[in-house]
């Protein structure tokens, strides 16, 4: 599903992670429980898709739930599961539509994220030709889950996860990742746990 963008998000593709076994939930799809009266993934969306010309969502539970979204819904392909968030990454580079060049990663749990995220990060790709990547950083440290990555650092996720690398920070780190400061940190709150669930305003 496409989105009416201003200028060069058209060729922004948002990737919702949403894939992992939501351990400190005990277990539960954090992206479908319940906040502010609607899904939380859902919250996200509705930050993001005005950012962007396309939207997938990454999950492996509750596929079908996910697809009322009307957006694209990809599981880990067999040669990346259990390699958690890069798995959904690496799955979907083969299918991004023609006229993407960068894809943004983002949480399906943190719904406050800002409604300037892509273009603040896409404008330094823009400006910064030699750059794979940008990162937000706010004073709690680097956001890599909310990175901004070019389609062409895509090509070299297979071998750092064949490597056995798995963390998002540790894939930005191989790549010329310039960062952007954020001062609003709850922006990038996340509702990993039952508690921050029901501490976060709504």
Not at 5 to 33: C, N, P, S, Y
Not at 38 to 63: C, D, E, F, K
Not at 118 to 130: K, T
Request: glycine residues 10%; contains cysteine.
């Amino acid at each position: 599903m496409r989105h009416a963008g201003a200028g060069m998000t058209e060729q922004v593709a948002v990737l919702l992670l949403a894939g992992g076994e939501g351990r400190r939930m005990g277990g539960q799809d954090k992206g479908l429980l319940p906040w502010g009266g609607q899904a939380l993934y859902r919250h996200v969306l509705v930050r993001l898709a005005p950012q962007a010309g396309w939207l997938a969502i990454s999950a492996n539970r509750h596929l079908d739930d996910y697809a009322t979204s009307g957006h694209a819904v990809f599981a880990d392909e067999a040669a990346w599961q259990g390699m958690g968030p890069l798995a959904g990454v690496a799955s979907l580079a083969d299918k991004l539509p023609d006229g993407i060049d960068y894809v943004q990663l983002v949480p399906c749990d943190a719904p406050l994220l800002p409604a300037d995220l892509v273009a603040r990060q896409l404008a330094i790709l823009q400006a910064e030709r030699r750059a794979d990547a940008c990162c937000p950083y706010t004073i709690n440290g680097p956001q890599p889950v909310c990175a901004l990555l070019r389609r062409s650092a895509l090509a070299r996720l297979p071998d750092y996860l064949a490597s056995g690398g798995r963390s998002l920070r540790g894939f930005l780190a191989l790549l010329d990742c310039r960062i952007v400061n954020f001062d609003d940190t709850r922006a990038f709150s996340n509702l990993n746990d039952p508690q921050s669930l029901a501490q976060l305003g709504q």
